[in-house]
Nanobody, 119 residues
Framework: VQLQASGGGLVQAGGSLRLSCVASERTFSSVGWFRQAPGKNRDFVAGISRSGGSIDYAEDVKGRFIISRDNALNTVYLQMNSLKPEDTAVYYC???????????????WGQGTLVTVSA
């Protein structure tokens, strides 16, 4: 299975973007989004179980970001609202055979997509 992330871009603070992560084939995995800002570690953002019934968010995105998936399209989305300059990072999607909150279990990674939020 390969993962392809897209949807990044430049947006002003307060704006919105929607990222997409498309899997090359049907996946029975949890899928998560991570981000890495320049000079910082890669951090968990959100994760969703295969059914969509279990979702986990990092504290600093709760209430602003929404993760969802469409299994018919093999796609997971990350709707990002009320964006802040500190959300600027390369965003990666990843798959895990574990629960979405098992942040160290993600072991299949897609390439990143850059999100830049201007002040």
């Amino acid at each position: 299975v390969q993962l392809q992330a897209s949807g990044g871009g430049l947006v002003q603070a307060g704006g919105s973007l929607r990222l997409s992560c498309v899997a090359s084939e049907r996946t029975f995995s949890s899928v998560g989004w991570f981000r890495q800002a320049p000079g910082k570690n890669r951090d968990f953002v959100a994760g969703i179980s295969r059914s969509g019934g279990s979702i986990d968010y990092a504290e600093d995105v709760k209430g602003r970001f929404i993760i969802s998936r469409d299994n018919a399209l093999n796609t997971v989305y990350l709707q990002m609202n009320s964006l802040k300059p500190e959300d600027t990072a390369v965003y990666y999607c990843a798959a895990s055979l574990g629960h979405p909150w098992m942040r160290t279990s993600y072991d299949l990674w897609g390439q990143g997509t850059l999100v830049t939020v201007s002040a």
